[in-house]
């Protein structure tokens, strides 16, 4: 018997070491929804400057919010500068920025569309995060496949007459990806975003809530039957006594608003194609309240086209289009001077690479002539120079350039050569022996009687 479970667990261990080096597929979550187009809107939400925790942790929640399109993962460096999120913005296909920023007084948000504006400025007079509204909730919801597609855009009280509120519906619009309602699939959006302008005090609220759809006219002991759970029925006789217990339906409670007839079916149980439901919204924040500054034409600059605060007269205006105007021509200047600098440098450098290989040719043809040339005439050349030298007795230049000495004057260097070389070895010698003789002094002196 010991035996046989012995190879019973070896064969066990082989087959499960045949399945260890499988792949695991998840079933459900792997699956992409839509083929993401170029023209789909990405956004890069990020903090600019010092920032308490609660503005870091307000800024997670908005990247969440964003989701599946933002960099839900992006790294904001105190050397970073907003010109490098701008260049790798392109690349990326970013189109939209959100920037917080903090003051002692403020708390700012600034919405951009890169790369060439518009760009609203918010002041965030209140705001509350996510783990604050979820642990105020009763039954908060986890459902995570609910950041896997993009949010539905709501927009309540804008009235379409203002220049700011027109400016402020377009751009809350192309910050979501846009809807296709023929081919839209229900089962996809489970979650909506909510900008709602408040005419009283001049604010706009933004919250984000969890869609759940749920059928109507279905009390409760019914959906615990339809649980793949069932409940525990031995109090009761009858089955009939469980589901009449209550006689009043959980629809009766609901908004008739909030009741709808599906067009397609929806996951859920009951949530069946062509049958009344009613849609039932559970917050998962941030909460928020904006109030609107200004609205500039540019990336983070150029004309002002609304400002909440500051009013300006039709003179004050055309003077700072006109300064902007100027500024403009002076930076281009700037660019040109600097691309035709560059250009000059370019071919000042490819002359000077030219006249050097001219100049590494010429010398290798120069030294190929030397050596082509008859080696018998120039031994007799050297003979003729050192009988000269031997005859004048003074130094003649050869024809390659070297100095060529006569005998008289090589003895006589060599003999003040020596001399020198002596002089030395003398030196050195009395200077060993004077350092031997102090060496040798008693330094104190003993007096006798």
């Known amino acids: 018997t010991r035996i046989l479970r012995h190879r019973l667990v070896n064969l066990c261990d082989i087959s499960f070491a045949g399945h260890m080096g499988k792949r695991r597929r998840k079933k459900r979550t792997h699956v992409q929804h839509e083929q993401v187009s170029h023209k789909t809107p990405r956004s890069f939400i990020l903090e600019r400057g010092a920032v308490g925790k609660t503005v870091s942790q307000l800024v997670l929640n908005m990247r969440q919010v964003m989701e599946p399109y933002t960099a839900s993962k992006l790294k ?3 050397r970073n500068v907003l010109k490098d999120f701008v260049h790798i913005a392109g690349p990326l296909g970013v189109t939209h920025f959100l920037m917080f920023s903090a003051t002692s007084e403020f708390t700012n948000l600034k919405m951009a569309k890169v790369p060439h504006g518009p760009t609203l400025t918010f002041h965030i007079t209140q705001f509350a995060l996510s783990s604050d509204v979820v642990n105020s909730l009763r039954k908060p919801v986890a459902d995570s496949l609910q950041y896997l597609a993009p949010p ?8 379409p007459d203002l220049l700011p509120h027109k400016l402020m519906t377009t751009f809350f619009q192309n910050l979501f990806p846009s809807i296709n309602i023929h081919t839209v699939k229900l089962a996809e959006i489970r979650r909506c975003v909510l900008f709602s302008f408040d005419s009283e005090n001049g604010l706009i609220h933004f919250r984000h809530y969890n869609i759940k759809i749920a059928p109507v006219g279905v009390s409760k002991a019914v959906k615990k039957l339809a649980k793949s759970k069932l409940p525990d029925l031995s109090k009761y006789k009858d089955i009939s006594d469980f589901v009449l217990r209550g006689n009043v339906s959980e629809s009766e ?6 009741k709808v007839t599906l067009p397609q079916d929806v996951p859920g149980r009951g949530n069946v ?3 009344q439901s009613s849609v039932r919204l559970t917050e998962l924040g941030p909460r928020m309240s904006l109030q609107l500054i200004k609205i500039e034409d540019g ?3 150029g004309e002002v086209l609304h400002h909440e605060f500051i009013y300006k007269t039709k003179k004050e205006v055309r003077k700072l289009k006109k300064k902007r105007v100027d500024k403009r021509k002076l930076k281009e200047e700037r660019r040109k001077q600097q691309e035709d600098n560059i ?3 370019k071919l000042i450098k490819e002359k000077h690479k030219m006249q050097c290989v001219a100049g590494q040719q010429q010398t290798s043809k120069s030294n190929e002539s030397e050596e082509s040339n008859d080696p018998e005439e120039s031994d007799d050349e050297t003979e003729q120079i050192q009988r000269q030298v031997e005859e004048e007795g003074e130094s003649v230049v050869d024809t390659t350039g070297k100095t060529v000495m006569s005998s008289r004057k090589r003895s006589a260097k060599e003999a003040q050569m020596k001399g020198a070389e002596s002089g030395k070895k003398l030196r050195k010698k009395s200077k060993i022996t004077i350092r031997k003789e102090k060496l040798r002094k008693p330094k104190f002196r003993v007096k006798t009687k």
Do not use: T
């Open 76 to 78: 904001v460096l105190q």
């Open 152 to 159: 539905l855009v709501v927009l309540n009280n804008f009235s």
């Open 253 to 258: 409670f609901e908004d008739e608003d909030s």
């Open 273 to 275: 194609k062509s049958e």
């Open 299 to 301: 990336f983070c600059e």
């Open 343 to 345: 250009e000059r440098k």
